[in-house]
């Protein structure tokens, strides 16, 4: 039903090139990033612009997003910010429309600046490719069912009303697989462009997978079973590389702390970044 529906959606929609009337346009996509990172950072403990962890976030974001292409700049204006949250949780998350949070509880920990250029890039290409509004049409056009979606369409209005959007949708609606895959593909691209070691990539999943179980929690590793074949899909990529790179950069003394011997219980909470990998499949 579901792949019937999305086949038809496509068929009327995308084949005539026409924008999806259920996904929030780029200026919604705007707003509604900048609205859920005003209360972010209302709500959690976010590191002023002086924390050396704010000002390294930035310098290699802003770094990253130099990397997309003037004309996708022009058409898509995502506003993209960098910050960081004084939290143990292990997690990364991009808002649609340009916001980035990172919890300390996984940026102290990503061994070299290329490790961090790489959960960067993953998080970049989730919003340049609009990866959020894509599972949002497609999980509004599963909530109304076949029937509705296609009388809304013969309607020819814009569906997506950006009042409707809760939080709980902004902030934990699954990304696909195949969301979760180009994020690792393009972000890789963007980061090895810029002359970062694409092995840090590879260091900032695995650090991922020691920080959210470690042993202790092993029923959120096993509800990801695309996290080994991820590292090993970009391990591939790595050994492959006709390039040749500098090799990884330290981080600036102080801000890499090494993962305590025995994950504590703090450390064992989910990272987003794997559990959107996991949720939604399908696609
Ligand atoms: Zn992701």
């Given amino acids: 039903m579901r792949t019937a529906l999305v086949f038809l959606i496509t068929l009327l929609v995308g084949g005539q090139a026409l924008a999806d009337p259920f996904r929030p346009s780029v200026k919604d996509q705007i707003s509604l990033g ?3 990172a005003a209360d972010v950072r209302k709500k959690e403990k976010v590191l002023p612009e002086t924390d050396p962890r704010v000002q390294e976030l930035r310098r290699i974001g802003n770094k990253l997003v130099t990397q997309i ?10 506003e993209y910010t960098f910050d960081v949250i004084d939290s143990k949780d292990v997690n ?3 808002l649609p429309g340009g916001p980035i949070f990172f919890y300390t509880g996984l940026l102290d920990h990503l061994p070299n600046e290329d490790a961090v250029a790489g959960i960067l890039g993953h998080e970049i290409v989730h919003i ?3 990866h959020w509004a894509s599972a949002y049409a497609d999980n509004t056009k599963r909530r109304l069912g076949l029937a509705v979606v296609l009388t809304l369409l013969r309607a020819g209005d814009t569906v997506f009303d950006i009042a409707s959007v809760s939080d709980s949708l902004l902030f934990s609606l699954p990304y696909s697989r195949r969301h979760e895959s180009e994020a690792d593909r393009v972000g890789y691209d963007m980061m090895s462009a810029l002359g970062y070691n694409p092995q840090g990539m590879v260091d900032s999943f695995t650090t991922l997978k020691q920080l959210s179980g470690g042993g202790s929690r092993v029923e959120i590793l096993s509800t990801h079973p695309d996290t080994d074949k991820r590292i090993q899909a970009l391990s591939k990529r790595v050994s492959e590389e006709k390039r040749s790179f500098e090799p990884v950069q330290p981080r600036a003394e102080g801000l890499y702390k090494p993962i305590p011997e025995k994950t504590n219980s703090s450390h ?3 990272s987003r970044l794997l559990v959107r990998a996991c949720c939604q499949d399908g696609h």
């Fill in 34 to 36: 900048k609205r859920a």
């Fill in 69 to 78: 292409p003037e004309v996708e700049r022009k058409r898509r204006p995502f």
């Fill in 92 to 94: 990364a998350f991009a």
């Fill in 128 to 130: 340049r490719n609009q």
């Fill in 268 to 270: 064992s909470k989910t």
